[in-house]
């Protein structure tokens, strides 16, 4: 039932009536009633008797005969709800998009158009119409995968039906899309569909013209939230009615109903778009990898850089390793240099201060002098985010909230980013100065400083209000926020990594291995040395700073797993949070029969009053744990306990 009620997290047996009971089949919507209320819920199955020695009740209504959920993916939501310690209906609330009635009756095949068997020479023994998978058994061009000494073998084992599993490390300047698209026509060509998942609807459509132009229109389709009810519904019916072999998508596809699935594929998988805001929380990655382990399938964990719980697989063995040798790096690298080192302080002294040293100054100019676009990335948004007292540095908050105060332009007004208001006449209360200066500064204003600095070069700013997703070769200076950067035609000549400190003095465990994530996302569109240049505005013996330098993800990685494993922090151990109010928290603890080797830390503070307690257990005992913050939080549900509690698993925010 589709009830989120930890509690009720079970299913219920109901009679089928006679007139329901040929559409009435596994996987289809029904109405049933419960306590005295009509509800939502999904038929699971379908059996001769009942255990229950009770009177049952019988379904109310079908509500489509359309069978939307797999037992593959019925099977699944109970793995990702056990994981996270959640409710099967808020999992299958997120595998399965709200029923689109006038969709479900548009015309389509019956049945799903079956696999056909190669013919002589490799050729088809029908025509390839849309939907159909040609089972060829011949080897796909490995093309880019050719520079990574493992790349070719992992093509040829999707294509001949086994199971790999890899963790790639991506090289500067490689079409990445293109490289999936290869190992999803493999992984086709064997016999087998796909998933693919990528952060954003940037990355989607670059991995859906690449895949146009491998497998051809109508292979596949594409799954995001910000399709629309309609187009999303008729995208998701195409997957589960068998038409088409492969999907890809943001996270939305994660649980998409792909028929003998061979390969689960995660693009960028350390960036926080693929972990899911709604209960029980779900990382894309992990439901990606759970899917693999329950269905047998090859697993495909991409991205220039590397997060710790990819480490963690190649440490385990779960995965092989997909590398570049260090000879093609180092030929296919920008030429990357800090600005806080000896040497550069030597030269310019001011370089520890100076946002813009002269080593980053001279690397935009040469590029400029050359034809050659720059990119410059800022980590803030806006003009100037956080501003303080020009007399005593006391940063400006907002007298209402004590919020930080900001401003929107040069001649604009100081207003609170958290409520709004503006601060017109806003006086320091620790002196009484009325002038401001800026604490942050962001894309905007760094852009109208370098319009300044190179009067005669256009200047172009890709963030929130406007992404870009490609830019002219010519010369010309590009300003973006993390995640924003557009590509350049034949690369850019200077890429400037501005504002480093903003990135690695977060109080967050990830902060050095998002650091290192967005510098690689951003270097990796420059230029081989000698025509591209990197300079990253920090002190080069930084460890994220030295992975940049070396371009070493893997380094860093192991380096960051093994810290995190001497600290005791996820992925090393499992971690769960419990957020509410003081005395609802202290309530679901005290309900909870955690583990014996369970480790509570805390209390720490929370956002709107509430407070955070930590409970830590060895990855052996995870899913102990998680059984026991479901089973006490259904105690409370039971009761109904006024205040809620948010259980997260691993959540990526600790602090």
């Excluded at 940063?395 to 105060?405: D, F, N, Q, S, T």
Aim: overall charge neutral; charged content about 25%; proline content about 9%.
């Amino acid at each position: 039932m589709d009830v989120p009620l930890a509690h009720l997290d079970r299913p219920f047996d109901y009679l089928v009536p006679a007139d329901l009971a040929d559409v009435a089949v596994p996987g289809t919507r029904v109405k049933v009633r419960f306590a005295g209320q009509l509800v939502d819920g999904w038929l699971l199955s379908r059996a001769d008797d009942s255990g229950h020695t009770g009177r049952l009740a019988y379904l109310e209504k079908v509500v489509s005969p359309e069978p939307v959920l797999t037992p593959e993916i019925a099977r699944l939501a109970r793995a990702v709800a056990d994981r996270y310690a959640g409710n099967l209906a808020d999992v299958l609330r997120l595998a399965v998009p709200p029923r689109h009635a006038r969709v479900e009756k548009e015309p389509h095949d019956e049945q799903p158009t079956p696999a056909v068997e190669s013919g002589a020479a490799g050729e088809a023994a029908g025509p390839v119409v849309p939907g159909e998978i040609v089972v060829s058994g011949e080897a796909v061009d490995p093309r880019g995968w050719r520079d990574y000494p493992t790349g070719p073998a992992l093509l040829r084992a999707l294509t001949d039906g086994r199971a790999p599993r890899a963790v790639w490390s991506a090289l500067p300047g490689e079409d990445w899309a293109a490289r999936y698209a290869d190992a999803v026509a493999a992984t086709v060509a064997g016999g087998r569909g796909a998933v693919v998942v990528v952060p954003d609807a940037r990355d989607l459509d670059r991995l859906d013209a690449a895949l146009t132009g491998v497998l051809g229109p109508g292979r596949h389709v594409s799954l995001s939230a910000a399709l629309g009810p309609a187009r999303r519904y008729r995208a998701f019916l195409a997957a589960r009615r068998g038409q088409v072999p492969v999907v890809i998508g943001t996270r939305a596809a994660m649980f998409a109903p792909v028929p003998r699935l061979g390969l689960v594929a995660v693009w960028d998988d350390g960036d926080d778009l693929h972990s899911e805001p709604r209960a029980p929380y779900p990382h894309a990655r992990d439901v990606l990898l759970t899917r693999a382990q329950l269905g047998e399938a090859g697993a495909l964990v991409g991205g220039y850089a590397r997060t710790a719980e990819a480490q963690l697989l190649l440490e385990t063995g779960w995965a092989r390793e997909v590398v570049a040798d260090r000879a093609t790096v180092r030929a296919r690298i920008p030429a990357i240099a800090p600005t806080g080192d000896d040497p550069q302080l030597a030269r310019d002294p001011g370089a520890a201060t100076a946002r813009l040293p002269s080593l980053a100054w001279t690397a935009a100019r040469d590029a400029l002098r050359a034809g050659l676009p720059v990119l410059v990335q800022v980590p803030r948004r806006g003009y100037l985010p956080s501003v303080s007292c020009a007399d005593c540095r006391t940063p400006a908050r907002c007298a209402h909230c004590a919020g930080p105060l900001a401003l929107p332009s040069a001649g604009g007004t100081p207003a609170c980013r958290w409520c709004a208001r503006v601060a017109a006449a806003y006086a320091c209360p620790q002196c009484g100065g009325r002038r401001l200066r800026a604490a942050v500064t962001g894309a905007r204003r760094t852009a109208e400083e370098l319009g300044r600095a190179f009067p005669d070069v256009p200047v172009r700013t890709s963030g929130r209000e406007e992404v870009l997703t490609d830019v002219p070769g010519g010369a010309a200076l590009v300003v973006a926020t993390p995640g924003a950067e557009p590509v350049a035609e034949g690369g850019y000549g200077a890429v400037l990594l501005l504002d480093s400190w903003a990135l690695l003095t977060r109080a967050d465990l990830r902060a050095g291995e998002e650091a290192l994530r967005r510098w690689l996302a951003a270097a990796a569109l420059a230029r081989p040395a000698p025509a591209g240049r990197v300079v990253v505005v920090a002190d080069g013996a930084l460890a994220p700073v030295q992975a940049l330098l070396r371009w070493d993800a893997a380094w860093f990685a192991g380096r960051e797993l093994a810290e995190r494993r001497e600290l005791g922090f996820p992925p090393a151990v499992r971690m769960a949070s419990v957020t509410g109010p003081a005395e609802a928290v202290a309530d679901l603890l005290a309900a909870a029969r955690l583990p014996g080797d369970a480790e509570v830390l805390g209390p720490v503070p929370a956002d709107e009053g509430r407070e955070r307690m930590l409970v830590r257990v060895p990855r052996a005992r995870a899913a102990a744990l998680a059984e026991a913050l479901h089973s006490a939080a259904g105690v409370r549900t039971a009761r109904k306990a006024a205040d809620p509690v948010r259980l997260q698993v691993d959540p990526l925010s600790l602090f």
